[in-house]
């Protein structure tokens, strides 16, 4: 196809066709004359691609560039090829809880992922992500909520069977890391709203029981 | 007690201590002599929320006060208070979607609300961010994500029930606040945390299967 189809067809404009092209983040077409090239269904699956880690990913471009390198290695099977993308759409911890309660939220989380038998890597983003959270919840005197990790993680296994399947039947590698971006953060999304709303209808039923706690006598609704 | 103690107990500043106090976020303790004063332990919780709207919600001073004023409302049920401080902490939604896939999405989202019996305010914002998400996930032809709404779902009821029952049992409407405050946001950095490790582990066994789907012969680990 041509550029102009490329860009229907994939909902990105000519120009930011071009740039990406320019960027190296879209391989080249095939000449077909000095100044026209001919593209195909593997540049509109890489150019979806691209459009999920900068849209919805808000990857920099280089980033995205790494991201590519990463999922065209030949030396990497198709898992750490997409683990590499998973990788780059992973948030990075964010560093809150002091040194003493950070090193016994380490020891929790280790004996947690070797309880579980979860195969990852120990320098996964999200193991940094859980010592921090949990940390910070010790220091906050939230350890009701650190103790149902198992809660979590059992949810957390459910989710990944079902999403880690129906990505893998995707018949390109393209669209499986496609797949594997749109997944973790929308999934990310769905997952979070929901929590918030199942909040809202569970306490409707039992923050205004009259065995609710409260100090004042509740008489408005 | 006096200042210090105060500080010293909440792990606040004198000065940050004495800035709140200035913008209102913290009633005036009871003045013993004219340049001293005497705080509670209600002003050591209302102090500790503080700190839970600032620091983990990132709130910004104004709106922490308004949270506070709701907090403080005789016209609200304990519900009603507690769910202004949910509200306050819950995420805007990122409109992202165009209005075709918004209405479509709209309307399986109240459909989907309906069915499961949500006793949820119509205009919470968590319905809008369902919305976007799931218009932004046809749009990019995820639809199998959005069919695994009850899935999320069921685990969110399963997640919100304890949570809400453990922010329930504490006695004081501020910690019940604070509590709501930190299980919001720092629960939702456990679960996804915990979901980005399940989708490691399970990749680990479902994409390195020989049944898996590749364009290429996998050599490499």
Known sequence: MRIGELSRRSGVSVPTIKFYLREGLLPSG???SPNQA???????RRLQLVRALIDLAHLPVA????V????????????GRIGAVHRAVTPAPQPAADDGARGAAEAQ???????????VEPDAPAIATLVETIAVLHSLGREDLADQLDTYADAAE???ER???????RPDPDQIAESVVI???????LIAALRLLAHEHVSARLLDRPSAPSHRTETTE
């Open 30 to 32: 095939e000449l077909t």
């Open 38 to 44: 001919n593209y195909t269904d593997a540049h509109l």
């Open 63 to 66: 980033r995205v560039r790494d």
């Open 68 to 79: 590519l390198e990463s999922l065209d290695s030949d030396s990497l099977s198709l898992r």
């Open 109 to 119: 989380v280790r004996e947690f992922i070797e309880k579980r038998g979860w195969a």
């Open 158 to 160: 459910r989710f990944a």
């Open 163 to 169: 999403e880690v399947t129906a990505v893998a039947s």
């Open 183 to 189: 997944g973790t953060i929308l999934g990310e999304r």
